[in-house]
Structure formats: structure tokens, C-alpha cells
């Protein structure tokens, strides 16, 4: 099917109507997928976006993500802040239970903390609290058996969104049972609603219901609220190939399945199927080493900014499915703004000017890419074709998705189409990047700066201001090359009820049901 015959589907493709309201039943297994296989079953620590999906799951923390992208209450039923906004006191709710069948205390969250703050773990958020970037939390205490108290250093705006990133694994409280005896990682002892039951590597995750699990009384909301479990099993099958994952699809071997672009306009109109589909934070760019010798001169990365019809890109890439982003801020943003609106234009004989002043001489650019992830490697062929339209020498470097994701994280690249997961704040849609860290692509000490003083801002029209200098420097500077936001889209057989997408691009299968 090529793309012209795909559009015109997508063009005439009429949307679904909702599925009424139904008594849930009881029982079964959800088959679903990943295009990538778990790295580790440590939350927070070694992990990915695919990762992060099946431990959240399985551990949950004090906070989370609402549906709306605000914050609400897990673990904790409630917390209060100090007059100076530097003390959180959190009340945890009563009678949660570990899937070792322990009662949870705040002894368990004051252990899960310092686990986890131990540079041995190497949680991956550490380094958000250590004061380097301009927060750092004192202390964390237990004065009784149902408080936690939390002290900061300073009054911090992103600190609950902090502690409900899914990167970081939510900070999920753990029972001490999950570290052998020496302090190395076993398995996750967590609260949530499923259990890891078997993983067999590169075939298939599965998790069991938590028979033991008690959900909150409030509604369901993104990754809080009441977490009724109503299936017995959900299996996430491992399929990289997005043909092989469709064709399962059509053969009915899977119930719910994120879709690629292509995927999902074929899919669209086929009646055993449910199209759902969200716009999300999850960010698709150009990303490029400004500490590399050929890019560290701020023409050469604008030159090649420039030498991107990016708008072209993202309507190519996602068949429609996604449009031009100037920065990592989506529009639903309550901050975004013009600041997140205004780009560098695609002006060709400009960007060969730039290089021509920067005295670029054909030197190599390596673009690393991938063939896992499909939109990855799209525009990054795309992207190599526009660069050496410009004059750049640009050679397209297609690795193993780990060998890439290695790479990205060490920080030794020079260029690399990516993908970022979806972060639900503003602070954290622009901290993906900023940061001294190997694997932040923004070192810029004005950058890093901004950054701290949108965390200590309290007052939203500060928030907004300190944003928006982000913005107007981001494209000045040239860091990445933005391209689009991504849609979560996702196939649901009719067999299925319950399930939604929402903008955090991140299957949920409590509150899911099957239909007899």
C-alpha cells in the first residue's frame, strides 16, 4: 500500500463511535506487545520506554500522573507544604499491602529513598536531587509509622512531577525483599496491581493479577486513582517487526497493540478494531553533540537546522499522523507559547551560507539511526538526503536500537535521529536535554541556569517567563533539530473493554476488561 492510498484512507477514515457503558467481566488474559524487550526488571534504573510500561505495572509511588498530566495521590492519600516550600509532609494511606503480603510503612518508603539514593543503585534521577541541578533534598524522614517528611533545600516547582516520572520508575516504594542479602537487585517487591510472573527474554513478559492489591476509592485517572484489576494475566508479547506485530493483529493472536503510522492506516475502518489515538509529549528529533569539533560551532548545528524542511518530515514520516513542533513544549501545554511556536526557517541557500562562514569543509557527519523503531530510521533517511542537499557529508549510521540507546547515553555521537518518551511536565519536556549529564545534548550553562530557576518558580507567570526564554534560546542555539511530537495510536480488538490511550503514550490494563 503506498503513502498517496494511505493518506486519501486516512482523509475518509470516519472515527469510531464509543463503546456503551458495560458491566466489566472477570477473568482471561490481555495479549498485547512491545516493540522492545524489557532491559531489567529494576525500576528506574535500567530501563526504557518499554521498560518503564511494564513496571508501572507493578511498583507505584507516593504521587503519579492524572489523565489530565497534573499530579495526584497514590501511596500517599495526601500531603501538605510548608509556608516556605521546602517541607513535604506526606500521609500515606492505610492497609496497602506488598506483594509479599507486608504491610507498607513509611519505614519501606524511607528504605525504597535511600536505596535508591545510593550512588551503588544508580537510579537514574539521582542526580536530580543531589543539588546539582539546583535542588537537593536534605533529608528524608519517618516520625511515625503513616508520614514521610521530605526537606528541601529551596521551594522546587517540579519537584512532585519528579517523583511521579515514569523514567524514574515513579521512585517506587519497595519492600526491602527485592535486594538479596548483599544489597544486589533480585526481583521488584512492589504494591502495584500486577505481579511479574514470567520473562522470558526476547518472547514474551507476563504479569499476574495481585490478588492482594487494594485500589483507592477516587476514580481512575492516568496512573492514579482506583487500579481495578479485572483480567487474570496480561501478556506483552516482544515483536520488533511492525509487519509481524500487524499481521498478529489481523490474525487475532493480539487484543491491544500500539500502532506505527503505516499500521494504523490500515487499520482505520476495519471493523474488528478500535482506533484510539492521543497526541503526547513523546518527542522526535535531530539531536546533535554540541561538544563534538565540527558541531560545536553554533553555525554549523543552525545550518543544519535549517537545512531541514522538518514540516515536510514529520507529515512524510507519520503519514499525516503528526505535524511540525518547533521545540519539545506540545500545544496543549498550558506554557506553551509563541516562544514555543517560533523556529528557524528551512532555508537552503542560508544554511549553506552558515557553513561557508564556518569554514565547514565536507568533513564526515555520522547520523546514528535505527531499523526497530521505524519513524527513527525514516527520518533519518530523510533527514541525510535534505543535509547533503545542503553540502553536508553526511553518512547514515544504522545500529542495534541498545547499540544506539548505549551511545546515546554515554554521550559519544555525533549526530542521532531519537526518540524521546513522553515527559508530562514542561520542566521535564525541556530537562530531557539540559544538563551536564553525558546524555543531556544541552550543556549550555545559560540553558542549565534557566532550568534551575523554572524549578524554584512558584508563580506561574514567572514559570511562563523563565519558558519562554528556554524557547527563544533553544532556537537560537540550535541543539537539536525538533521535528514532531508523537500520537499514541493504538489497536483494540472489540473483544476488548476499557482500555484508553492517554497523552503519557503508556498502556494501562487495570479498569480493562475482557467481553464474554
Known amino acids: 500500500m503506498n503513502r498517496l492510498t494511505i493518506l486519501a484512507m486516512a482523509a475518509l477514515a470516519a472515527a469510531l463511535p464509543a463503546a456503551a457503558a458495560e458491566t466489566p467481566q472477570r477473568g482471561g488474559t490481555i495479549r498485547t506487545v512491545l516493540s522492545a524487550d524489557m532491559r531489567s526488571t529494576n525500576p528506574g534504573v535500567d530501563r526504557d520506554g518499554a521498560t518503564d510500561i511494564v513496571h508501572q505495572h507493578i511498583v507505584e509511588g507516593l504521587v503519579g500522573f492524572r489523565e489530565d498530566l497534573g499530579i495526584g495521590p497514590m501511596l500517599a492519600d495526601s500531603w501538605d507544604v510548608s509556608p516556605d516550600g521546602k517541607t513535604y509532609t506526606f500521609h500515606l494511606r492505610h492497609g ?112 499476574t493479577r495481585f490478588d492482594g492489591y487494594t485500589p483507592r476509592d477516587d476514580a481512575m485517572s492516568g496512573y492514579v486513582g482506583r487500579k481495578e484489576v479485572y483480567v487474570d494475566k496480561v501478556r506483552f508479547n516482544i515483536m520488533p517487526d511492525p509487519a509481524a506485530m500487524l499481521t498478529a493483529l489481523q490474525a487475532g493472536a493480539l487484543d491491544v497493540a500500539p500502532l506505527e503510522s503505516q499500521g494504523r492506516m490500515q487499520l482505520q475502518g476495519d471493523p474488528a478494531f478500535e482506533i484510539q489515538s492521543a497526541v503526547t509529549p513523546g518527542w522526535e ?19 543544519i537546522v535549517m537545512a531541514l524542511d522538518r514540516a515536510t518530515i514529520a507529515n512524510a514520516v507519520t503519514f499525516g499522523g503528526s505535524t511540525f513542533s518547533a521545540t519539545p513544549v506540545p500545544a496543549f501545554s498550558p506554557y506553551h507559547s509563541q516562544a514555543q511556536t517560533d523556529a528557524l526557517p528551512f532555508d537552503l541557500e542560508r544554511a549553506k551560507a552558515l557553513l561557508a562562514e564556518a569554514g565547514y569543509s565536507g568533513q564526515r557527519i555520522v547520523l546514528t539511526a535505527n531499523k526497530r523503531y521505524t519513524e527513527m ?52 519536556q525541556w530537562e530531557r536535554i539540559i544538563g551536564t549529564q553525558p546524555r543531556k545534548i544541552w550543556k549550555d550553562p545559560r540553558a542549565i541556569a534557566l532550568l534551575a530557576q523554572a524549578n524554584a518558580a512558584t508563580d506561574p507567570a514567572k514559570m511562563q517567563s523563565v519558558l519562554d526564554q528556554i524557547g527563544r534560546l533553544f532556537t ?27 497523552p503519557a503514550d503508556a498502556a494501562r490494563f487495570w479498569g480493562v476488561s475482557i467481553r464474554k
Open 285 to 303: 528529533a535531530l539531536i546533535l553533540h554540541s561538544e563534538d569539533p565540527i558541531l560545536q560551532d553554533k553555525r554549523v548545528r543552525q545550518a
Open 476 to 502: 537560537e542555539e540550535a541543539p537539536a533539530a525538533s521535528l514532531y511530537l508523537h500520537s499514541s495510536d493504538y489497536a483494540v480488538a472489540r473483544r476488548v473493554a476499557g482500555f484508553t490511550v492517554w
Open 96 to 207: 496497602v499491602k506488598f506483594q509479599n503480603g507486608a504491610t507498607m510503612t513509611s519505614a519501606e518508603v524511607k528504605w525504597s529513598w535511600d536505596r535508591l539514593m545510593d550512588p551503588a543503585t544508580k537510579w537514574r534521577c539521582r542526580d536530580v536531587y543531589t543539588g546539582d541541578n539546583d535542588l537537593k533534598v536534605e533529608s528524608v524522614t519517618a516520625p511515625d509509622a503513616d508520614t514521610v517528611v521530605y526537606a528541601l533545600d529551596r521551594p522546587s516547582a517540579g519537584f512532585l512531577y519528579n517523583l511521579a516520572r515514569m523514567d524514574c520508575g515513579g521512585t517506587p516504594v519497595l519492600h526491602p525483599s527485592s535486594v538479596k542479602p548483599d544489597g544486589s537487585w533480585d526481583k521488584p517487591v512492589g504494591t502495584g496491581p500486577f505481579i511479574l510472573s514470567d520473562w522470558r527474554p526476547g518472547q514474551y513478559i507476563e504479569l
Open 377 to 428: 530510521y525514516d527520518c533519518g533517511v530523510l533527514a541525510q538526503d535534505m543535509l547533503r542537499s545542503a553540502g553536508l557529508n553526511v553518512e547514515l549510521e544504522v545500529l542495534e536500537w541498545t547499540a544506539q540507546l548505549d551511545a546515546y547515553q554515554t554521550g559519544k555521537f555525533q549526530t542521532q535521529s531519537f526518540s524521546y518518551s513522553p515527559r508530562l511536565d514542561p520542566l521535564g
